[in-house]
């Protein structure tokens, strides 16, 4: 093994903490933006439901109006025949109709001052949704700008950052490449730790002295029987 494969072993270990770091920052911008527009989508859906109430509630306030209108009708007919009875029989049951139809026609009209408040209530509802979708969808569309160049700047460096690390990655090793690779593929955190006054600076197990010779000869790489970890003696 060469002098330098833990420097080198560092340096890649370097980059790819940095390169991870700016992978942590654009998820954690994705998720806002993501936040940002399923709120604005939750809102649309709200006033697709509201307009399809607003729909619903002008057709029954259609509907009262001509059943008042019908009822007025009715009753006006009444009425006027009401006028022609000849008896007191005839009186009687003419009376009754019009009583009967105007029951009905007041009905159709508490029905149609039901329908017209339903109207007013689902109209200013829509009213305010839409103000409001207005208003975040101004604010949000400055933050999302901003998230968005962000995320494209870190993408920018992490494009470089790889470049970088594929450079290094070539220079370095094949096996201790590999062996980095492999202990660096099972963990969050870096590959490489320190021996720290004869414990892994990793897991803090003690290391064996001869095990500890060997680390410090730098011939080979030598990992933690603890934690997995490669152990070096670099600064
Ligand atoms: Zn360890």
């Known amino acids: 093994m060469e002098g330098n494969t833990v420097e080198s072993l560092l340096q ?3 980059i790819d903490g940095s390169i991870g770091e700016r992978q942590n920052r654009v998820r954690t911008l994705r998720a806002e933006s993501d936040q940002l527009v399923a709120e604005l989508e939750t809102l649309e859906k709200e006033t697709i439901a509201l307009k399809a109430r607003l729909e619903s509630v002008e057709a029954d306030l259609r509907h009262a109006e001509r059943t008042v209108q019908a ?11 009401a006028q022609e009875v000849h008896n007191m029989r005839e009186h009687a049951a003419a009376r009754a109709e019009v009583d009967a139809a105007r029951q009905n026609l007041e009905a159709a009209e508490d029905e149609l001052l039901d329908a017209m408040q339903d109207q007013e209530t689902a109209r ?3 009213a305010d949704l839409e103000g409001d979708i207005a208003s975040r969808r101004d604010e949000y569309s400055d933050r999302l700008g901003e998230l968005d160049a962000e995320r494209q700047r870190l993408e920018e460096e992490i494009a470089i950052d790889l470049d ?3 450079n290094k990655a070539l220079r370095i090793d094949e096996r201790a490449r590999t062996l980095y690779d492999t202990v660096r593929g ?3 955190d870096n590959a490489l730790a320190p021996l720290v006054e004869g414990v892994c ?3 803090y197990t003690a290391i064996p002295l001869q095990t500890q010779q060997v680390i410090r000869a730098g011939r080979v790489l030598v990992v933690c029987e603890t934690c997995g970890v490669i152990l070096h003696t670099s600064e």
Do not use: D, N
């Not at 009822?71 to 025949?81: E, H, V």
């Open 186 to 188: 099972g963990r969050a």
């Open 201 to 203: 600076g990793h897991c």
């Open 12 to 14: 890649l270990q370097e």
């Open 164 to 166: 970088r690390r594929s």
């Open 71 to 81: 009822g007025r009708a009715t009753l006006k007919r009444l009425q006027a025949r």
């Open 124 to 126: 200013s509802a829509l």
